[in-house]
């Protein structure tokens, strides 16, 4: 019985660290920066743009995705492709979890500052990538969004 927690405990913690392509080719993701003062594609840090993202169930079968994401709902790249660890965040332990009907399509949204772990992001080229977990198995990853951060 002890061997069977253990088992089911390491299964589950990898399976929370693992970024894989969508479950089903039925649902897509996308990921919109939409445009601050300057272009959508350049901000300062410390000042915000709003990340929208889209999730689509282009099939007829239901699947419920989690609308509550922790860490985040998006991950952060260097344009050498090296993580960057996102600002900590306060994680709610309720599960928010969402049906998406086959032909539905729902909107997450939330505003950024360029913040991270150890700050904010120093001048550069970034690449944010949309991440909703599906309660169906898997993690649904937007195609990569470059944002420049301007000194």
Do not use: K
Not at 104 to 109: A, Q, S
């Amino acid at each position: 019985m002890r061997a069977s927690l253990v088992l089911v405990a390491v299964m589950f913690l990898s399976a929370c660290g693992q970024s894989v392509a969508g479950p089903s080719d039925q649902l897509s993701l996308s990921l919109e920066v939409t445009p601050n003062e300057i272009r959508a594609s350049e901000m300062r840090a410390g000042e915000s743009v709003y990340l929208r993202m889209t999730v689509v169930n282009h099939g007829t079968s239901p699947h419920e995705i989690v609308m509550n994401v922790c860490p985040g709902p998006f991950t952060i790249s260097t344009s050498d492709d090296e993580p960057v660890q996102p600002a900590p965040r306060i994680c709610s332990l309720s599960l928010q979890v969402r049906m998406l009907e086959g032909g539905e399509e729902v909107e997450l949204g939330l505003p950024w500052s360029g913040d991270v772990a150890s700050g904010y992001l120093s001048p550069g080229e970034y690449r944010l990538r949309g991440r909703v977990p599906v309660v169906q198995g898997g993690v649904l990853l937007s195609a990569p969004q470059t944002i420049r951060i301007l000194p």
